[in-house]
């Protein structure tokens, strides 16, 4: 019995963070085997709540693989237009809206490696969420690259999850404590001002994960009492209010470096 309910407990932290597939067909061909794969990665990252495919018809290619892409489960997106990348537009507004749904993901999972969406992605990790890119080898922008909360390219999925259930273990092993993060948020905010580069959420953020591989954004951190952060934005106003650093709207500041560089 206490077996099962081991289980269960394991089973309901994976489902504490909602995750959403947009998948950009025109950019990258998922065959019925990586797109299978590729669920398999998402419903290992939490409880997977959109799963999108944005294609074009007017494609031959794009609508006979719409079928296979269907029956496993993806909602298919026609965006009949005749320019290349028509679906792109319609990718990017959806991208913004899901933001201000009652239902949002907190990890995106965007599968493209076109530039364009570089500008969104800053918004979501803005928006404390968390952004992983899919892309094809040689078909991946570096700044969009460079951006990604974590990266890879779609013939590595049945790597990732080839062995699902020690995949799924590690996830879950990812934990930091409260102190700890504390210390890597101030030293990622220094290395941002004394870059140059602003102290937004997000790009703070990243320089955390580039810090502590313990560090899975603000889902991996444990309070003491074992409770844990529900954004990013939660954990910036503890540290805020525990007088470690300051913000204004969503930019964070160190009172002891603007000492330094008066």
Same mark, same amino acid.
């Given at each position: 019995?206490?077996?099962?309910?081991?289980?269960?407990?394991?089973?309901?932290?994976?489902?504490?963070?909602?995750?959403?597939?947009?998948?950009?067909?025109?950019?990258?061909?998922?065959?019925?085997?990586?797109?299978?794969?590729?669920?398999?990665?998402?419903?290992?990252?939490?409880?997977?709540?959109?799963?999108?495919?944005?294609?074009?018809?007017?494609?031959?290619?794009?609508?006979?693989? @719409?079928?296979?892409?269907?029956? *496993?489960?993806? $909602?298919?997106?026609?965006?009949?237009?005749? !320019? %290349? /990348?028509? +679906? =792109?537009?319609?990718?990017?507004?959806?991208?913004?809206?899901?933001?201000?749904?009652?239902?949002?993901?907190?990890?995106?999972?965007?599968?493209?490696?076109?530039?364009?969406?570089?500008?969104?992605?800053?918004?979501?990790?803005? @928006?404390?969420?968390?952004?992983? *890119?899919?892309? $094809?080898?040689?078909?991946?922008?570096?700044? !969009? %690259? /460079?951006? +990604? =909360?974590?990266?890879?390219?779609?013939?590595?999925?049945?790597?990732?999850?080839?062995?699902?259930?020690?995949?799924?273990?590690?996830?879950?092993?990812?934990?930091?404590?409260?102190?700890?993060?504390?210390?890597?948020?101030?030293?990622?905010?220094?290395?941002?001002? *004394?870059?140059?580069?602003?102290?937004?959420?997000?790009?703070?953020? %990243?320089?955390?994960?580039?810090?502590?591989?313990?560090?899975?954004?603000?889902?991996?951190?444990?309070?003491?009492?074992?409770?844990?952060?529900?954004?990013?934005?939660?954990?910036?106003?503890?540290?805020?209010?525990?007088?470690?650093?300051?913000?204004?709207?969503?930019?964070?500041?160190?009172?002891?470096?603007?000492?330094?560089?008066?």
């Amino acid at each position: 019995m206490a077996h099962a309910n081991q289980s269960s407990n394991k089973q309901t932290s994976q489902q504490q963070l909602k995750v959403g597939i947009y998948c950009d067909f025109q950019n990258v061909y998922l065959s019925q085997k990586l797109a299978s794969s590729l669920l398999t990665f998402a419903n290992a990252r939490g409880s997977l709540i959109i799963r999108r495919v944005y294609y074009n018809s007017l494609f031959e290619n794009q609508a006979s693989a @719409k079928e296979n892409l269907q029956r *496993i489960g993806f $909602q298919c997106e026609d965006v009949t237009c005749s !320019l %290349k /990348n028509s +679906a =792109d537009n319609q990718l990017k507004s959806d991208l913004i809206d899901d933001v201000y749904n009652n239902q949002s993901p907190d990890i995106f999972i965007l599968v493209s490696g076109d530039g364009d969406f570089a500008n969104p992605v800053k918004f979501l990790q803005d @928006k404390d969420k968390n952004v992983i *890119i899919f892309a $094809q080898r040689g078909n991946i922008k570096q700044r !969009l %690259k /460079n951006l +990604a =909360d974590e990266f890879y390219f779609v013939d590595q999925l049945p790597q990732l999850v080839g062995n699902n259930t020690q995949f799924k273990t590690t996830v879950t092993e990812f934990k930091i404590n409260y102190n700890d993060a504390v210390k890597y948020l101030i030293e990622s905010t220094k290395t941002s001002l *004394i870059q140059g580069k602003p102290t937004v959420f997000g790009y703070v953020d %990243k320089l955390m994960r580039q810090r502590c591989h313990k560090y899975q954004g603000f889902s991996s951190i444990y309070m003491p009492d074992g409770k844990k952060f529900k954004t990013f934005s939660q954990f910036v106003d503890a540290a805020v209010r525990d007088g470690k650093v300051q913000r204004q709207g969503q930019e964070l500041f160190l009172m002891e470096l603007d000492k330094v560089a008066g």
